[in-house]
C-alpha cells in the first residue's frame, strides 16, 4: 500500500508524475468538496506536500491527526502551524541553500530594472516612441549607493555578495553582527539601517517576530529618494503604510516580489508607476525548481524509509 499524500499545492509535472508513482497523492487544491475529502481520508494522510507560500494550517494538520510529515516546496515555512507540529510530533521539512542564488539573482535584477526603468524604456522601443519622440527619460544610478539588507541570512547575504561588485556600501541588520560580513558595515536598529541606505532589501526569514517589521516609521526613514525592495514575504511589511508612502511620494519606489493575499493583490498597487512587481517567482527558474522538487521528494522518501531527514526545520518533533 503506497502511503497517503495530501497535495496541498499545483507541483511542476516532473514532481508530479515522481510522486504519483510513489504515494497515493489526494489533490486537495483542485478537489471542490475539500471538507468531503478531509472527512474520507483525513485519518490515513500520513504526508502533507505544500508550497511555501501556501504552508498548512492548524486546521487542516487537525485534520489530518494521523500526520507524520509536512514537506514544504520552498524555504519559508511560516504558513506552517509549526506549534501544532511540533506538539503532535509531525516533522516539517523545507528546500533551502537550493534557492539561495536565484533569489538573489532576482532581487538584484528588479533593483536594476526599477533604478534604470528598464520595463518603460523597453516599452519605449517597441511602441515607436523611440523614434517618434526621441530618448527616454533618464533613470537613477545603481552603481555606488548605500546598500542596506534587512536580514542576512543566506539569501541576505548572496544579495550583499553580489552588490559588493557594485557599491563599497554594505550596510545590513540582524540579531547579530555576522563573522562572515566582512567589510559590511553592522547596524543593529532597523530604522536606522533605512535612514542610512539608499536601497532596502527586505530578506528576512519571516515568523509572527518579524510581522510588519518594515512598518510606518522604518518607510518614512527610508525616505523619498529611498527604495524599498523585498524577496522574503510580505507579512514582513506593513503594506497598507507601503502603499499610502508610495502614493503619497515620502518613499520613492520599490520592487516586490511577494504581497499580501496574492494572487490577487490589492488593486491599489495597478495604479502605481513607481513600483516593479513581480509574481511571487524569485526561485522560479528550470534549475531551481528541479532541486526544490528533487529536495522535497527526497525528505519525504527518506521520512518513510526511515532515514533521517536531509532539510528537517524542527528541532526534534516528540
Ligand atoms: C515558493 C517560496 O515556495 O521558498 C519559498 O519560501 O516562497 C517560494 O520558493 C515557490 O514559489 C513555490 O511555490
Known sequence: ?????????????????ALDENYQMLPYYRTDNKQALLEQYGGSIRALVTRGELGADSALLSACPAAEI??????????????????????VT????????????LGVAMLL????????????????????????????????????????????????????????????????????????????????LATKADVLFVTLAASADTRHIVNQQLIEALGKQGTLINISRASNIDEDALLNALESGSLGAAALDVFDNEPDIDPRWLALDNVLLQPHHASGTVQTRQAMGKLMRDNLAAHFAGHPLLTPVLPEAR
Open 1 to 17: 500500500m503506497k502511503p497517503i499524500v495530501l497535495q496541498i499545492g499545483e507541483l511542476p509535472e516532473w514532481d508530479q508524475q
Open 70 to 91: 509536512v514537506t514544504v516546496y520552498g524555504v519559508g515555512y511560516d504558513a506552517v502551524a509549526v506549534d501544532h507540529c511540533l506538539q503532535n510530533g509531525i516533522q
Open 94 to 105: 523545507n528546500t533551502p541553500d537550493v534557492l539561495t542564488g536565484d533569489v538573489a539573482d
Open 113 to 192: 530594472c526599477l533604478q534604470r526603468d528598464m520595463l518603460s524604456a523597453a516599452q519605449w522601443v517597441s511602441s515607436g516612441n523611440w523614434k517618434s519622440q526621441g530618448n527616454h527619460k533618464l533613470g537613477t544610478r545603481v552603481y555606488g549607493q548605500r546598500i542596506g539588507v534587512l536580514g542576512l541570512g543566506r539569501i541576505g547575504f548572496e544579495v550583499a555578495r553580489r552588490l559588493s561588485g557594485f557599491t563599497d556600501q554594505i550596510l545590513y541588520t540582524d540579531t547579530e553582527a555576522k563573522p562572515y560580513a566582512d567589510g559590511w558595515t553592522y547596524i543593529p536598529d532597523a530604522i536606522e
